[in-house]
């Protein structure tokens, strides 16, 4: 149905903490979201792949990751990507700096994410696409070895976080503003090259301008502006701010999300809106 409204919800950073991994999954069980990826270097790997196992239409994709984690690949491998104990760069900021000042080999970066999807797909799980921790796969280098991801490891599907959507939600602060409007650049151009190379993505997507504080206003503003196509919202929902906020040194609304996440309210907005609920695996 050429108007039809489909949406994909999707939790990043599955796997970071067990207060994140807790949220993910009773925001799929008694709310919205449809979708996750996961971190293959996260401390809490091993129980979300337990738990995913229970539960097979959350759709589960691969938070391809290059900063602030432990490194999958043998720290010696990539010596250039990694500091001494093994960590990747701490922040996006320091590992762009080093990536476009040459300290970074592009062999170090390409063996640490087949490193991160051979440890999932290891693990049993079904990779429904590729996202990117901080959305550094928007790099064009980066973008190449993702490229050469899927067709490794079958994946075909990808987020182009292009935030193309203007709903009434709450206020943007100037350098989020300023970020977003430089990631949905890259967006579309990679956007381009990933469909060029037959692969499928959302038509749509929300998320960065509001990333770590999509609360319930947020969700009743947004929901009846969607467009028609598919759409994805990127979520980050978690259990213990204050925990999660002394482990990530990030001051997300955590909690909130989650709350509004699994808001009756939201799930019958939806259906008055007769928007459907799907995963990236749903798209062909």
């Avoid at 990826?37 to 995913?52: H, M, N, P, R």
């Avoid at 938070?63 to 010596?79: F, G, K, M, N, Y």
């Avoid at 550094?136 to 993702?146: D, Q, R, V």
């Amino acid at each position: 149905m050429p108007n039809a409204k489909r949406l994909i919800v999707n939790s990043d950073d599955l796997a970071l903490h067990a207060s994140v991994n807790r949220a993910i999954f009773q925001a799929h069980r008694g709310g919205i979201v449809t979708s996750t990826t996961i971190l293959a270097g996260g401390k809490a790997f091993s129980e979300a792949v337990q738990e995913i196992k229970q539960i097979p239409d959350l759709g589960v994709g691969l938070h391809l990751c290059l900063v602030d984690q432990q490194s999958v690949a043998d720290p010696e491998r990539i010596s250039s990507l990694v500091d001494s104990g093994g960590m990747l760069p701490k922040s996006y900021a320091s590992f762009i700096l080093r990536y476009f000042t040459g300290r970074i080999r592009s062999e170090h970066i390409k063996a640490e994410l087949v490193a991160q999807a051979a440890k999932a797909v290891d693990h049993g799980l079904k990779l429904t696409h590729f996202d990117g921790h901080q959305h550094l796969h928007l790099l064009p280098e980066i973008a190449a070895i993702t490229l050469e991801l899927g067709t490794k490891f079958g994946v075909q599907r990808v987020r182009i976080p292009q935030e193309n959507i203007l709903p009434q939600t709450g206020p943007t602060p100037l350098m989020r503003k300023l970020q977003g409007k430089l990631i949905s650049k890259l967006a579309a151009k990679r956007r381009n090259e990933f469909v060029n190379a037959g692969w499928l993505t959302s038509d749509h997507f929300f998320g960065f301008s509001r990333g770590g504080c999509m609360h319930l206003e947020d969700w009743l503003g947004l929901i009846p502006s969607l467009p028609a196509g598919v759409t994805e919202i990127m979520v980050h929902p978690g259990d213990d701010n204050l925990n999660l906020k002394s482990h990530t040194g990030t001051d997300y609304h955590w909690a909130e999300e989650l709350a509004a996440l699994i808001n009756p309210e939201v799930k019958q907005l939806l259906r008055d809106h007769n928007i459907e609920l799907i995963n990236f695996g749903d798209l062909c």
